[in-house]
Every structure is written in structure tokens, then in C-alpha cells.
């Protein structure tokens, strides 16, 4: 290992970080000052396998900056690794149109394996990562090939393992194992407001070993130790993921703040011009010397190298396994059967199970068509009904395992989800009840920005749930979930919507799905054939029942409500309409035509019916209309009694259409 060339390199990164802060007087220079020795060992001295010719090489290491906060340290990076983000995109930084964000988004920069923003999520998505290239591995090694034996590093700092998210990610890590997950810990002793010491206490080393985890503490500056401790962490596989405790000068190159919470954002940018001086670098700014820029080009040829050895492995892996590697490219592809609603079985005429017992019927038909569908629950298998028969519990002893037990650990189970989308060779499902959603919504939130095929199944959807009481009956959270931009939210109404919704959300590729479903048996709408309830779920809204004759009223509602609509509709005579709303946000994507050929302007006398609050619906009823929902929280008591106290019922909606 050459320590003076990567020792200059680490200075030219502090530079080219603290140019590009400088020039627009935004963003943090903390880390990529203190973690400089760090990167330069990952992407310069091997301790990192990459290819920056091939991004997505199947078995290169995944490099996860948790701290997303300090992305001019991958930018760096990457520039200098020799991805496609050229100088001029480091100058950019911040501006509008750049490949150089703010905080790193995986769409929008080459190399980029997650959107790290808030702090934690990047730990969870890199055990994420880690589970899927155990399963991977699990799955698709043979006796003869190893495609997958990569690890996944994750650079976090102290607000990431502050946040509850990292810690439920780490236990889980710990115990199920996942010995290819390396965490790289900026230990600097300093938070953005104050020194670390004024809000934490912890030992870092005990911490992590009560968790599982191998851990060592390291002089974070030192390119020896920092190459040795991540040649060990490699090595290892004893059955306990590991953490480098890097203690690191936040700031370091910058004298006038280094080691002091001013580091931490741009504050010591308006020193540059001294720093270079002091690190040896040129006065001219977004300095690369033609040392440096030699060596990274070595670093590339090598690693072309070992990914050409690795593309033959594989091929001839993938001649010998056909059925395998034809199950591995649609993954990675993400190919879903175009004809999936078709291959869920009918459900009976009279089936009138809730829709969580219905869906655990979709789930299993559907994984026996997409073999890369995974399911976790967070602890609710037995209520969430989305555990897939035969597809055995993922574990230490079974990391092909399709059923992941996530514990009571929902933001943790979001992150993780996220991570095994980002790595994209497997779909990830997780489930919990619907008002739990909260504690998922940042990972909800990150999966729709970033377009991650995440299907969130999410049951007792209303104050249905009954005895429980308010703690436990959403009434905001179905439309607190609609209005997350790229989120589909699927409440379907009897067991054929949610075949529908299941493969709505196996068929969508550049977004996740949320299918909100209930606790209470529901009726089935028999009175129309499985196709037209399935295609009215892929449009999100269309006619259950067609007025005969002149229309007066149009009624919707979705989900368990759409009874309701319906009964009142024999009620209100045959110029009434009723509409099935199951998703927003599908029927929002059809053209104008289908909308007005569902809904048309012409008919003003509308009411929508739901169990939840109102606002989102007064968009379709307009305001001639009329909207029958829970503006308040619920009751203990019986779900049907419940629904009847608050107005759930066919009479609340002959009575919005009479006035």
C-alpha cells in the first residue's frame, strides 16, 4: 500500500470537498474533512471491489454513506475512483440540474447505492443489503460457482446511532448474523449543535458486542490500520456482522474549527484559501494532481481485471444453471408475468373473509409466480396473514428463507425493505397494522422519492379493529399515506380487489404500493366478474354498479365502505351511480377520457363514503358534493358498533345524497 500517494489523495479529497462548499456557501464539511484517510483506503488501496466501468456489477461491494449529510466525501470519491461524474459536477454542487445533490440520491448519481437523508436510514438500508446478498448468495452459489461473496460497508456517524431506526437495524443485523455487513463508525465526538458528550454516553465497543457484533476501535487517520481493520472485517466469517470505530477530527485540514461542532456544516469553508496552504495543496481550486489521477486510473485497470474473472465465472455459472440464471436476470430485470391478475384463482362467489385473509391467499398464489417475492412482518404474521407457505423463515440457517421476521421493529423493517429494493435482485414486502404506519413513514417517504418496488401490506385499516380503541383505529393515516407523492395507496373492497391490488403492486416497477387492509369480513361483489373488479383496481377507481336510465347521483367510497354506497344505491333509485375508489393516485394517472367516462362533470350530486377523515375526497365530490368520514378519533368498542356510532353505514349515505 502506497500511504504517501493515498495520504496525498485523502488532502486533494479534503480539498475538493471543501471547494465545493465553499463555492456555494452550503452544505457539510465535517465528515469528508475527518473520514478523508477512510475513502482513501475503500475506493484507493482495495478496500473496496468496484468497478467504476460497471456500476452495477452483481457482486461489487455496496458502499452505503449513512451520514448522507457529508456527501461531498463520496462525490469525492467517486470522482476520483473514476465514475462517471466528472469534475464539473463537483463544482455544481448543491445547484439545480447537478448530479451532486445536496444529500445523495441513488437516481440521480452513478455509484450512489442508496438516498441517504435522514439520519439512520442508511444503517437499516445497508442490513438491507445484507440480507439480500446472504440470500442471494444462499440462492445462487453453487458448489462449483460463487457469484456472491461481496460485503456491504455502511459510513455512519454519531446522529445515525443516535436515531431509534439504527439501533433496531443493528439488533436486528446482530442476531440474524449477517457477517458480510461491515459499518465504518465516524467516531468524532461531536454532534451539530454541541460535543457528542452532552447527549450520549454510551461504549461503543460493549454496545455493539451486546448486540452481536464484532467491534474494534481504530486511529481513523492512520492508513494502515484503517487498511488492516477493514481486511479483517472481510476475512471474518464468524457469524457476527462488525463495526470499525474510527476515531476520527471532524473538520481535519481546517485549524480554525476541527475538532468542534462549527465543523460540522459549512462554517470553516471561509477558510479554505488557509487550509490549502496548510494541506500542501495548490491556491487554485478543485486540485487533482496528475499523481493521484495516475493511480486511480492503476486502481481502475485492476479492477476491470477482476471483474472481467468474475463475468467468465458467471457465465459459465449461468450456462450450467439455466433455470437459476434465468430466475436471477428477471430479478435483476424486475420481470413480473404481465398476466399475474390472471393467475391469482377466483375467489368464490360468496367468500366474505376480510381482505387480510384474502390477501393472505393473494400472497401465496403470487409467490409461486414471482419466486424473487420476499414477505417480512413486524412481529404480526399471525394478523398480517402475509407469511408465504413453504418459503421457509430467513435466518442464519437459512438465508434463502423467503419469510423475514422483522420483531417488533417497523422502522427498522421500512429501511430494510428499502435496502433489498436498492439492491434490486429481490422484491421486498413488509407488513404490520395500518396506524403503525407512522413509524414507517420516513422509509415509506424515501422509497416513493427514490421509485423503489417496496410493497407495504398493512391491515386492520379503520376504526373496524373495534375493542382496541383509538391508539389502534387509523382515521388519518390512509390519507396521510395518500398525499406522499409516487406512493399508490390500494384500500380495496372485497376479496377480488385485493388479487387486483396484489398485482398492481407486483406489476409496478418505479414506485412502492401500500395495500391497506382489513380486520372484518367484508361482502363480496359478486354481481360482477373477477376481471372487472381486478382492471377497475389497476385504474384505481371504476362503475360497480351503472345507473339505469338518467344519472342524479353518483356515490363512491372505497374499501369497506363501498357496502354501504351500494346498499344505499337500491335506496336511492336507478338514476344512481356507484364507484369503487380503491387508489388515488391510479385513477389520478388515467386519461381524462376514463376519469370523465367514470365520473362525469356533469352529474354534481355526489357522495363519497370512507372511514377515515374526509379532506382528500372533496377532490372527486367537488363542492355540490357531499363526504360521509371520520373527522375525529374512534371508540373502544365492537368494530360494528363502532362503525354504526360513527356513521359507517348505507343510511349516513341516502342521507348526504336526500340533502
Not at 461491515?182 to 461503543?204: C, P
Not at 380487489?497 to 359478486?526: C, K, N
Not at 355540490?624 to 349515505?653: C, H, Y
Request: proline share 4%.
Amino acid at each position: 500500500m502506497n500511504t504517501e500517494i493515498l495520504s496525498q489523495a485523502a488532502n486533494q479529497a479534503r480539498g475538493l470537498a471543501m471547494d465545493a462548499v465553499h463555492a456555494c456557501s452550503s452544505g457539510h464539511l465535517g465528515l469528508p474533512l475527518g473520514c478523508a484517510e477512510i475513502g482513501a483506503v475503500l475506493y484507493g488501496a482495495g478496500g473496496l471491489r468496484f468497478n467504476p466501468e460497471a456500476p452495477k456489477w452483481l457482486n461489487r461491494d455496496r458502499f452505503i454513506l449513512s451520514a448522507g449529510h457529508g456527501s461531498m466525501f463520496l462525490y469525492s470519491w467517486l470522482h476520483l475512483a473514476g465514475y462517471d461524474l466528472p469534475l464539473e459536477e463537483l463544482k455544481n454542487f448543491r445547484q439545480l440540474g447537478s448530479h451532486t445533490p445536496g444529500h445523495p440520491e441513488s437516481f440521480e448519481t452513478v455509484g450512489v447505492e442508496a438516498t441517504t437523508g435522514p439520519l439512520g436510514q442508511g444503517i437499516g438500508n445497508a442490513v438491507g443489503f445484507a440480507l439480500s446478498g446472504k440470500r442471494a448468495a444462499a440462492k445462487f452459489n453453487t458448489k462449483d460457482h460463487t457469484i456472491f461473496d461481496h460485503h456491504v460497508f455502511a459510513l455512519h456517524g454519531d446522529g445515525c446511532l443516535q436515531e431509534g431506526v439504527a439501533k433496531e437495524a443493528i439488533a436486528f443485523a446482530g442476531h440474524n448474523k449477517l457477517d458480510n455487513l461491515i459499518l465504518i463508525y465516524d467516531s468524532n465526538d461531536v454532534t451539530l449543535d454541541a460535543m457528542a458528550d452532552q447527549t450520549q454516553s454510551e461504549d461503543a465497543e460493549q454496545y455493539f458486542k451486546s448486540q452481536g457484533w464484532d467491534a474494534v476501535t481504530i486511529d481513523g487517520h492512520d492508513l494502515v490500520a484503517i487498511s488492516e481493520a477493514i481486511s479483517k472485517a472481510k476475512s471474518d466469517d464468524n457469524g457476527k456482522p462488525k463495526v470499525i470505530i474510527a476515531k476520527t477530527l471532524i473538520g481535519k485540514g481546517i485549524s480554525e474549527v476541527a475538532g468542534t461542532a462549527s465543523a460540522h456544516g459549512e462554517g470553516g469553508a471561509k477558510f479554505v484559501d488557509e487550509a490549502h496552504k496548510a494541506l500542501g495543496l495548490p491556491a487554485e481550486y478543485f486540485h487533482v494532481s496528475d499523481e493521484v489521477r495516475e493511480h486511480f486510473k492503476e486502481v481502475a485497470e485492476n479492477a476491470k481485471h477482476e471483474f472481467l474473472s468474475w463475468q467468465s465465472n458467471y457465465e459459465e455459472w449461468a450456462q450450467a444453471n439455466e433455470a437459476l440464471a434465468c430466475e436471477l436476470r428477471a430479478g435483476v430485470n424486475g420481470e413480473i408475468p404481465s398476466d399475474l391478475a390472471d393467475r391469482i384463482p377466483a375467489f368464490a362467489d360468496d367468500y366474505k373473509d376480510a381482505t387480510r385473509g384474502a390477501g393472505g391467499i393473494c400472497i401465496n398464489a403470487v409467490a409461486k409466480e414471482v419466486p424473487q417475492l420476499i414477505s417480512g412482518s413486524a412481529d404480526l404474521y399471525g394478523s398480517t396473514k402475509n407469511y408465504i407457505k413453504d418459503g421457509g423463515d430467513f435466518g442464519p440457517d437459512n438465508p434463502a428463507g423467503r419469510n423475514i421476521w422483522f420483531g417488533i421493529r417497523e422502522h427498522a423493517m421500512g429501511a430494510i425493505c428499502n435496502g433489498i429494493a436498492y439492491d434490486g435482485i429481490f422484491r421486498a414486502s413488509g407488513a404490520t397494522f395500518l396506524v403503525f404506519a407512522d413509524y414507517v413513514r420516513p422509509a415509506i417517504r424515501l422509497a416513493a422519492l427514490s421509485k423503489l418496488p417496496v410493497t407495504y401490506i398493512f391491515t386492520h385499516d379503520s376504526v373496524g379493529v373495534g375493542e382496541d380503541g383509538p391508539t389502534h383505529q387509523p382515521v388519518e393515516t390512509v390519507s396521510g399515506l395518500r398525499v406522499i407523492p409516487n406512493l399508490d395507496v390500494i384500500r380495496p373492497a372485497d376479496a377480488e380487489e385485493t388479487a387486483g391490488a396484489f398485482a398492481a403492486s407486483m406489476l409496478r416497477t418505479d414506485g412502492p404500493t401500500l395495500l391497506a387492509l382489513t380486520r372484518q369480513g367484508v361482502p363480496s361483489m359478486s354481481h360482477l366478474s373477477s376481471s372487472e373488479r381486478r382492471e377497475g383496481v389497476r385504474r384505481g377507481a371504476y362503475i360497480v354498479k351503472k345507473e339505469k336510465g338518467e344519472l342524479t347521483h353518483i356515490l363512491m367510497g372505497s374499501g369497506s365502505e363501498v357496502q354501504h354506497a351500494l346498499k344505499a344505491a337500491e335506496e336511492l333509485g336507478d338514476g344512481v351511480r356507484v364507484v369503487s375508489v380503491p387508489c388515488f393516485e391510479r385513477f389520478d394517472r388515467q386519461g381524462a377520457d376514463y376519469q370523465e367516462a367514470v365520473l362525469p362533470k356533469a352529474c354534481t350530486k355526489r357522495v363519497a363514503i370512507e372511514a377515515g377523515v374526509s379532506g382528500l375526497w372533496w377532490k372527486y365530490v367537488g363542492t355540490e358534493g357531499k363526504v360521509v368520514g371520520i373527522d375525529r378519533f374512534g371508540l373502544s368498542a365492537p368494530g360494528n358498533t363502532v362503525m354504526e356510532q360513527l356513521g359507517m353505514n348505507a343510511a349516513s349515505v341516502v342521507a348526504a345524497a336526500k340533502a
